[in-house]
């Protein structure tokens, strides 16, 4: 089985574990090469995390845009490096996401590809069937409401009001003014 790993970093020979949300060091692989491409944006800093996607009826990719033109705005222009490893030893399935996988042992690189815009690619796979956007109009006031109030409870865990240049803080704070602004209630 090929595992993916998407990565903004050209030239690595090897990954290795590295800082994650999940309690320990771990290098994060997909099955799905769409999806290990998304992780080579990283919109937000660690330990947060800004990767609005899951998956149609038919196992296929599906991107939400919980801002207007979310996806061009965090993809176009961005170069991204698909990692192939062929043999991954002892993996574990931290995220509970279908088709994602990490180790926290180094892995040797085996093949990569580089992919110059990763927006372009991706609306390629749209064109293949294989990736949508659903785009911020199509989203239920049902789902936006849960997005947004995992927003607040990050900003309130994190203190994030008391630091307004952190980068998750500036994230917020040009795409969820909303939430920045309103006290929780």
């Known amino acids: 089985m090929i595992f993916y790993h998407g990565s903004s970093v050209k030239g690595l020979k090897e990954l290795k574990p590295f800082l994650s949300e999940h309690g320990k060091p771990y290098i994060y692989f997909a099955t799905n090469s769409l999806i290990a491409l998304l992780y080579a944006v990283k919109p937000v800093p660690k330990p947060f995390s800004f990767y609005p996607y899951g998956f149609d009826k038919n196992g296929n990719v599906v991107y939400s845009e919980y801002y207007e033109n979310a996806f061009y705005d965090l993809y176009k222009g961005k170069t991204g490096y698909l990692y192939e490893c062929d043999d991954l030893k002892e993996t ?24 110059s815009d ?4 991706y609306k390629e796979q749209e064109e ?19 997005v947004l109030d995992e927003l607040r409870k990050d900003i309130e865990k994190n203190d994030l009001k008391n630091l307004p240049q952190h980068a998750m803080s500036i ?14 209630g």
């Open 92 to 115: 574990d399935t931290p995220t509970k996401i279908n088709c994602v996988y990490a180790t926290t042992q180094s892995v040797k690189i085996d093949r990569v590809t580089k992919i």
């Open 118 to 121: 990763l927006y372009i690619f």
């Open 128 to 146: 293949k069937g294989l990736f949508s956007i659903k785009q911020k109009s199509e989203i239920s006031d049902k789902e936006m409401n849960f």
């Open 171 to 184: 994230f917020v704070q040009k795409h969820f003014p909303t939430i920045w602004g309103a006290d929780k």
